[in-house]
């Protein structure tokens, strides 16, 4: 079982930056992919970065450039979000997968709004 807490989201000008976090507590296994996910009033849920323990990095192309996802463990996720545009506001979500089995847990979710 594994639970994820996000943080972070907030408001924000376009323009500006956020860095929210996730943290995944429980059975964490040493060799899993952890990645952020958003939904737009309207939208289908859609990836927006990932990362596994290994190192390899996914990002939508909408984002490429301007998003820098990391982890400093192999529980702990950041999302450094840059240059943000009106179209990045969503609800946030955090995602993590089992590499070998595939198990999905996901967060609860973090509010960013982007102002013009």
């Known amino acids: 079982q594994v639970q994820l807490v996000e943080s972070g989201g907030g408001l924000v000008q376009a323009g500006g930056s956020l860095r929210p976090s996730c943290v995944a507590s429980?059975?964490?296994?040493?060799?899993?992919?952890m990645g952020w996910y958003r939904q737009a009033p309207g939208k289908q849920r859609e990836l927006v970065a990932s990362i596994t323990t290994l190192g390899s990095t996914t990002y939508a192309d909408s984002v490429k450039g301007r998003f820098t996802i990391s982890r400093d463990s192999a529980k702990t996720v950041y999302l450094q979000m840059n240059s943000l545009k009106l179209e990045d506001t969503a609800v946030y979500y955090c995602n993590y997968v089992r590499l070998g089995p595939t198990t999905n847990y996901w967060g609860q979710g973090t509010q960013v709004t982007v102002s013009a």
């Open positions: 429980g059975s964490i296994f040493n060799l899993n992919r």
